[in-house]
């Protein structure tokens, strides 16, 4: 069977709108032709629908010897001779496959579950972006806290896929996950990291211990009550999730955890303080860190707004550190006390919206640091009264990483 | 000598417009008067010249020991009890510093070069920008290059702090910069790495071997030609910043590096060809790595623009690899074909703009990742003619850390 529809789309220089007008218009009046040369897109009947796709797209992503490497999985096709204006000769299709022939007499296959997976239906493409690119997150207030932090077992994770794919599919959903019945060792965590890769080192080490240091480089260090906060913001590549490992919980009444989803809290704003929404996405302030830690000296600054928004406005990172915000403001004079109103208001939400809990010895608090805030209330520091966290970052390409090889594995994907 | 000014902001919910109108508008009412309570800006006299200091800034970064932690050199002022709306009773200014007294008769000093520094005039706040957080990218056309790629000795890196300096400086403003007179082992990379902190590991290891490789998962270990690209772009944290070095180098004809500034390319084509500009900066795609490295396997996916810009419309990053662009497309289908004819155009500009040569056994190549593409001719691959680079990642995070503590070390800055 062949189907082909196309479009010539004689004016190079249409706006998008233009384009996309055009593309509609063409497409009516070709509706049922069948013309085989200089087509713009290529039209292939799929189960019953009839999905289009670009011809340029189609030649670029020709699956053959000569155009993809097979071990590297890549493509290999020179760049320099390739033809954007490329036409074809001949479409042919069967049972599982479409042949392409172009007008240089090279010829494309390309499997039709192949084709299917990369449908350009804005509706396949997004079940193709929540199912694989990256699941979506969902928001959560604190008073929910417990039925969105689901426990998980540390042998589990380390022995069962589905397992390792469940807490990693939690993870990115609600922004926290708890493992329990950790060893108590202090490289129980190297085995977890492990599953998924490795750890995204900083200045603070590959890991680091969080318990009371005299004189210490960093507020984490000391007993007293910890804002909530998100870990190294002034760093551009922020740590994308947090893992502490509680080996000692202190047995006095503080050192309680603190977590609230930023998420939430920005949602909540843009709704009812949109002026204090958009200052915080707008207003750019300094995140800073200077010290010197296993006798290395850093000095680190990034700028970046409270609330950063993706190009699609949707939050994509959460900065906010009472102490490691700098001194410096980057921004004009007259918009530095609107945004500390919406800074204190930010943080004034972020507590209400919290949930309060004490992790035990043998948890392992898994969250997102760049979309959660953190905090510890204050605790007795004495010699029998003790806590003691082992912590470690893993970036989020890495977890995605493995969420999608653990994906492909348990829940096959046709057309992968 | 008291030198106070005051604003009373009472539209709270006035546009940043309309607050930057009051602001002027309002000085100029009051720019001789001095009203001792209720003030939003303190006017300091510094050498002549009178600065605006806003009051809740002011009091967010007072210095006493109640507020400022002095090991951590953090903020530790409890955000719960902070006053957005904060009075101040008087202000006392001698010859190195500035005394607040406030209407809960806290007390903050500042010294008068810790103001300076900090001083909220757009042309001191330009200048601490590209003094101190970070140096000022200059691009360049490829017949530049012997130019601009200036040449530093591996030992004095090692052993000088300018030298050190003078390098990572060099980095920053051209995205390359090349070291020469490597010892020829493995290892020799490593004491260069040390110098700035520490590399960044991906899913190819902490470093990666370049050479022919057989049934590779990467068609950089190929000696066919290597088309322009950066590397890892489908990396959400991509590698910032390339470390080749080159152990042993081909004898044959081929195997000559190309460079070609990113950044040059992207301003030619916004001057230039603004529509195709504007595709390659608008229109996302997926950048993909799937496959198997030391038995780990990974399915790496990262959506993003070509050409992307930060907030202030300069450019951030540059994407571009023909192996690991992905076959998923994840816009609308009619930008399909313009996408692709401006993405072309990209490319055919950095081959034109490329600078060619040829490193030799003892160079370590190094550039900017994120901004220059880099290639190599294809060579013959026998087993007397062979080629062997070491390669490592380090991020800007910590290079310009590095810079950071250099700068303050050889160029102390007053007030930092």
């Given at each position: 069977?062949?189907?082909?529809?196309?479009?010539?789309?004689?004016?190079?220089?249409?706006?998008?709108?233009?384009?996309?007008?055009?593309?509609?218009?063409?497409?009516?009046?070709?509706?049922?032709?069948?013309?085989?040369?200089?087509?713009?897109?290529?039209?292939?009947?799929?189960?019953?629908?009839?999905?289009?796709?670009?011809?340029?797209?189609?030649?670029?992503?020709?699956?053959?010897?000569?155009?993809?490497?097979?071990?590297?999985?890549?493509?290999?096709?020179?760049?320099?001779?390739?033809?954007?204006?490329?036409?074809?000769?001949?479409?042919?299709?069967?049972?599982?496959?479409?042949?392409?022939?172009?007008?240089?007499?090279?010829?494309?296959?390309?499997?039709?579950?192949?084709?299917?997976?990369?449908?350009?239906?804005?509706?396949?493409?997004?079940?193709?972006?929540?199912?694989?690119?990256?699941?979506?997150?969902?928001?959560?207030?604190?008073?929910?806290?417990?039925?969105?932090?689901?426990?998980?077992?540390?042998?589990?994770?380390?022995?069962?896929?589905?397992?390792?794919?469940?807490?990693?599919?939690?993870?990115?959903?609600?922004?926290?996950?708890?493992?329990?019945?950790?060893?108590?060792?202090?490289?129980?965590?190297?085995?977890?990291?492990?599953?998924?890769?490795?750890?995204?080192?900083?200045?603070?080490?590959?890991?680091?211990?969080?318990?009371?240091?005299?004189?210490?480089?960093?507020?984490?260090?000391?007993?007293?009550?910890?804002?909530?906060?998100?870990?190294?913001?002034?760093?551009?590549?922020?740590?994308?999730?947090?893992?502490?490992?509680?080996?000692?919980?202190?047995?006095?009444?503080?050192?309680?955890?603190?977590?609230?989803?930023?998420?939430?809290?920005?949602?909540?704003?843009?709704?009812?303080?949109?002026?204090?929404?958009?200052?915080?996405?707008?207003?750019?302030?300094?995140?800073?860190?200077?010290?010197?830690?296993?006798?290395?000296?850093?000095?680190?600054?990034?700028?970046?707004?409270?609330?950063?928004?993706?190009?699609?406005?949707?939050?994509?990172?959460?900065?906010?550190?009472?102490?490691?915000?700098?001194?410096?403001?980057?921004?004009?004079?007259?918009?530095?006390k609107p945004w500390y109103e919406a800074h204190s208001l930010f943080y004034e939400l972020n507590q209400k919206f919290a949930a309060q809990f004490?992790?035990?010895?043998?948890?392992?608090?898994?969250?997102?640091?760049?979309?959660?805030?953190?905090?510890?209330?204050?605790?007795?520091?004495?010699?029998?009264?003790?806590?003691?966290?082992?912590?470690?970052?893993?970036?989020?390409?890495?977890?995605?990483?493995?969420?999608?090889?653990?994906?492909?594995?348990?829940?096959?994907?046709?057309?992968?």
């Open positions: 069977m062949i189907l082909l529809r196309s479009l010539r789309d004689t004016n190079k220089k249409v706006t998008l709108l233009n384009l996309f007008q055009t593309v509609v218009q063409t497409n009516k009046l070709h509706l049922n032709s069948v013309l085989p040369n200089k087509d713009d897109f290529v039209n292939i009947n799929l189960q019953g629908n009839s999905l289009k796709y670009p011809s340029v797209w189609l030649r670029d992503n020709c699956q053959c010897e000569q155009c993809f490497h097979q071990s590297a999985k890549s493509r290999i096709l020179n760049l320099c001779k390739f033809n954007v204006n490329v036409s074809i000769k001949s479409v042919v299709q069967d049972e599982t496959s479409v042949q392409v022939t172009w007008d240089d007499d090279h010829v494309s296959r390309y499997a039709l579950n192949w084709l299917k997976f990369r449908s350009f239906m804005p509706e396949d493409q997004l079940k193709y972006t929540k199912t694989l690119y990256r699941p979506v997150k969902t928001p959560w207030h604190g008073k929910d806290f417990h039925k969105v932090c689901a426990k998980h077992d540390y042998e589990r994770i380390l022995y069962s896929e589905a397992a390792l794919y469940k807490w990693l599919q939690d993870l990115s959903t609600y922004g926290v996950a708890l493992i329990q019945n950790t060893p108590n060792c202090d490289t129980a965590l190297d085995g977890i990291v492990e599953k998924i890769g490795f750890t995204k080192r900083t200045h603070y080490g590959v890991k680091f211990i969080v318990e009371n240091v005299a004189n210490t480089s960093n507020v984490a260090y000391l007993s007293s009550n910890l804002q909530m906060h998100v870990d190294l913001p002034y760093y551009e590549y922020c740590p994308g999730v947090n893992m502490l490992h509680c080996l000692v919980q202190t047995l006095s009444e503080g050192g309680e955890n603190l977590l609230s989803d930023g998420h939430h809290t920005a949602s909540y704003m843009k709704n009812n303080y949109p002026d204090q929404y958009k200052l915080l996405t707008d207003i750019e302030v300094e995140w800073s860190d200077v010290g010197v830690e296993h006798g290395n000296e850093f000095f680190k600054l990034y700028r970046s707004s409270v609330i950063c928004l993706d190009r699609h406005g949707y939050v994509k990172r959460i900065n906010f550190s009472v102490p490691q915000r700098g001194s410096h403001f980057p921004g004009p004079i007259e918009t530095v004490k992790t035990e010895a043998g948890d392992i608090l898994v969250f997102d640091n760049i979309r959660l805030l953190h905090g510890r209330s204050a605790y007795e520091d004495k010699s029998d009264n003790v806590r003691k966290l082992i912590g470690a970052y893993v970036d989020w390409d890495e977890i995605y990483s493995r969420l999608r090889c653990l994906k492909a594995k348990l829940n096959p994907l046709e057309g992968i």
